[in-house]
């Protein structure tokens, strides 16, 4: 099983970076993970809806077909640590890969949560999509340990 996270916008702030990386490593003892970033659109002088749309082709054209996409926005539904396991271990027993997608400062474009087997929200809280990027990847790891039974998830 392969679990990507596909993010809009580098990390260059040197504050979340660390963070992602050490969870990044951490998921690699339990499944194929691979970060992404792609270029934000709305750097490119393109008016905000242009910019999205833009940013959401670049984000499909990345889907494979044995891909469950998984669209983080905060109007999603709120799962549970326990619960996000669950889909984690349905999609392995799947035989299904997991594609993760945060959008840019704008937000992700109506067409990628309505191309998605799940939007989920990590609050009912706006948070900085670096900031997301961090509590997912921590989820993530959470999940494999809960799949695995191990001692971390209390
Ligand atoms: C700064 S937020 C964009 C906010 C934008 N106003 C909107 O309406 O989506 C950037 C990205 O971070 C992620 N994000 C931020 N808060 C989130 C939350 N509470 N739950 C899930 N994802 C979140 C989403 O992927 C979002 O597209």
């Known amino acids: 099983m392969k679990v990507r996270l596909l993010s809009i916008g580098k990390d260059r702030s040197g504050l979340y970076e660390p963070a992602v990386q050490e969870y990044a490593r951490r998921l690699g003892h339990y499944t194929r993970f ?3 970033e792609l270029t934000e659109a709305s750097g490119k002088k393109l008016k905000p809806g242009d910019a999205k749309a833009s940013e959401a082709e670049a984000i499909l054209s990345r889907r494979k ?7 983080l926005d ?14 984690v271990g349905k999609a392995q027993t799947g035989a299904k890969d997991l594609l993760f997608v945060i959008g ?14 799940l939007t989920l929200s990590l609050s009912k809280m706006t948070l900085p999509h670096r900031l997301a990027r961090v ?9 494999f340990t809960i799949l695995k039974g191990e001692p971390y998830h209390k």
């Open 34 to 36: 691979e970060l992404v």
């Open 65 to 71: 077909p044995q891909d469950w996409v998984v669209a």
């Open 74 to 87: 905060e109007r999603g539904s709120l799962l549970d640590s326990v619960e996000l396991s669950r889909y």
């Open 104 to 117: 840019g400062d704008e937000g992700l474009d109506s067409s990628v949560r309505d191309a998605a087997n």
């Open 135 to 143: 509590v997912l990847v921590e989820q993530l790891y959470r999940a």
